[in-house]
């Protein structure tokens, strides 16, 4: 199983400009996350998914955006990219159980310049 | 609010030498709880989570944390640590129903470890 996958690995924006960030698994989990990992703070929750069809928002969701239209993809979009958003980027997913941990992927370094 | 906390943004030990990292939760539902470790330049990996069957659980590589409902704790050790367990380290908690996914990360624990 290839498990959570995402891409690119890298990547450097000029500011104001759009990209997207891929980001599929193939273990059928239901929840999908995006979270920002910068340093000495930890993950911040971006945006998350309970199913297809369905997303809200995290703890940082401004600048983002999301969709779910299949249970395997969940791509998160940066639509006017900013250097505060320079970060590295995990996607994770797991069951619809409480007790589920979560699968990440390995993540995206994004530098906005 | 529902959250998570890690009290030690730093823990420096010896080899051989016990290794204590804190973490603290607020949850107005019994909460879901997951300690993750995290190399340098490396992804997220699960050391051990807490399930309700047992207050004691064990992970992986020697680790274990104890569930504390009166005092809202569930706090990572390992009784000798080793050179490999220099990394970063996070508690997670499920925030909300049975029905949300909303998992919170603390702003994480840095491990070193002298020889």
């Known amino acids: 199983n290839a498990g959570v996958t995402q891409t690119p690995k890298f990547r450097i924006l000029k500011i104001g400009q759009s990209m997207t960030l891929q980001c599929t698994q193939d273990m059928n989990h239901n929840y999908m996350y995006w979270y920002r990992q910068d340093p000495g703070m930890g993950l911040k929750l971006i945006y998350y998914s309970v199913g297809a069809g369905i997303t809200d928002k995290g703890e940082v969701p401004n600048g983002y955006n999301v969709s779910r239209s299949t249970t395997e993809d969940f791509p998160l979009r940066l639509e006017l990219a900013a250097p505060s958003q320079t970060s590295v980027y995990f996607c994770?997913?797991?069951?619809?159980?409480?007790?589920?941990?979560?699968?990440f992927g390995n993540g995206t370094r994004l530098t906005v310049t | 609010a529902q959250s998570v906390t890690q009290l030690d943004s730093h823990v420096s030990v010896s080899e051989g030498t016990p290794v204590l990292l804190r973490c603290n939760y607020s949850?107005?539902?019994?909460?879901?709880l997951f300690w993750y470790v995290q190399h340098p330049n490396k992804g997220l990996q699960l050391l051990l989570k807490?399930?309700?069957?047992?207050?004691l659980v064990k992970g992986i590589n020697g680790f274990e944390a104890e569930f504390k409902k009166s005092e809202t704790s569930f706090h990572l050790t390992k009784p000798s640590a080793h050179m490999s367990d220099a990394a970063e380290y996070f508690c997670v908690v499920r925030i909300g129903s049975s029905n949300t996914g909303k998992l919170i990360f603390g702003q994480g624990t840095t491990l070193q470890v002298k020889p």
């Open positions: 994770a997913s797991s069951y619809r159980d409480y007790n589920s941990p979560l699968h």
């Open positions: 949850s107005s539902y019994s909460p879901s």
């Open positions: 807490y399930t309700s069957a047992a207050t």
